[in-house]
């Protein structure tokens, strides 16, 4: 499933992709709190999370976590070529468009999540992380 806040990006997935994939425009919380499914996981490329404030970040991640368990999330997302992850674990506003660089290896860890997976790289001049992180269905009881 594809989800978008964009009706038309929506309707170009529709038409591009046919039904081999099912595509909605809504808000990922309200997604997450409509849904009833356990063991997703979540994709996120090229600037999904950036364009969410800290708390709306946040909220997603443990949302998911309290309502989805098993739960994972695949990032491939930019962060700002002068955010020190290692050691500012808070959120920077970065770039043209005014986007927000996250710590997402510290708001997971921060939520209960496992990383799995972390890497970063420069790609045409852009910053970029990749991380995959999971919430087991045995950690929920700790989470709460």
Request: with cysteine; glycine share 6%.
């Amino acid at each position: 499933m594809g989800l978008d806040l964009s009706t038309s990006q929506i309707t170009k997935n529709r038409d591009h992709y046919g039904d081999k994939m099912e595509f909605v425009a809504m808000d990922a919380a309200s997604w997450i709190s409509d849904c009833r499914a356990q063991g997703v996981v979540f994709l996120t490329n090229g600037g999904v999370f950036e364009c969410l404030i800290p708390g709306q970040v946040r909220q997603i991640i443990e949302l998911a976590r309290d309502r989805l368990a098993p739960v994972a999330f695949a990032l491939v997302e930019n962060i700002a070529s002068n955010h020190d992850i290692t050691i500012d674990r808070e959120s920077r506003v970065y770039g043209r468009e005014f986007s927000f660089s996250h710590n997402y290896r510290y708001l997971f860890q921060a939520a209960g999540y496992r990383i799995r997976f972390l890497h970063e790289y420069t790609a045409n001049g852009e910053r970029w992380i990749n991380m995959l992180a999971e919430f087991p269905r045995d950690s929920k009881k700790s989470a709460s």
